[in-house]
């Protein structure tokens, strides 16, 4: 089942990573597609929040940031990758198979680095647009998990 959901502000953003972030126990990941300024570190904040994480900004520089809270949070941003090999030596595999929640931006550009049961989520729209955000569970674990968002 695909969730589709309008999203109209940046508070609204804040609170649908907030909701997201309710039904995460540690270990999944959530695999973030859409343009420059759809709101994709927006939604991060908003889980990140929820998790009693502050302060996120984006890892576009050194790719990941890790983050203490009440689970651990790390942060992927793929924008400035050459290729998905180069996720691997800086350690994927141990982020992956690591307890924390993985949230990764421009997931579009590492499709075959993605773990194949993820939970996506789909942005479209920038500047002032209204948001349409389509959330999509590979795998039964995210099927159950996308049921109470
Ligand atoms: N409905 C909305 N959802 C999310 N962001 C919005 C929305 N409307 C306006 N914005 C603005 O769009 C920008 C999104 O930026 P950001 O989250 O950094 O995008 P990305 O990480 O996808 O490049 C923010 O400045 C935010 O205030
Ligand atoms: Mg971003």
Not at 70 to 97: N, P, V
Not at 108 to 118: K, T
Request: one cysteine or more.
């Amino acid at each position: 089942m695909i969730k589709l959901v309008d999203v109209e502000s940046e508070a609204d953003m804040l609170e649908l990573g907030k909701r997201v972030a309710g039904q995460l126990h540690g270990g999944e990941f959530i695999a973030l597609f859409g343009g420059l300024g759809a709101g994709k570190t927006t939604f991060v904040r908003g889980l990140a929040s929820a998790l009693d994480i502050e302060d996120i900004s984006s890892p576009t520089f050194n790719i990941v940031k890790r983050y203490g809270g009440k689970l651990h949070l790390d942060h992927f941003d793929c924008y400035r990758l050459a290729d998905y090999e180069e996720l691997f030596a800086i350690g994927f595999d141990d982020y992956l198979s690591s307890k924390s929640i993985v949230v990764m931006e421009w997931c579009e550009l590492v499709l075959d680095a993605l773990p194949s049961e993820r939970l996506e989520i789909h942005i479209t729209g920038s500047g002032d647009d209204i948001r349409r955000v389509e959330i999509i569970p590979l795998g039964a674990v995210y099927e159950k998990l996308i049921e109470e968002i």
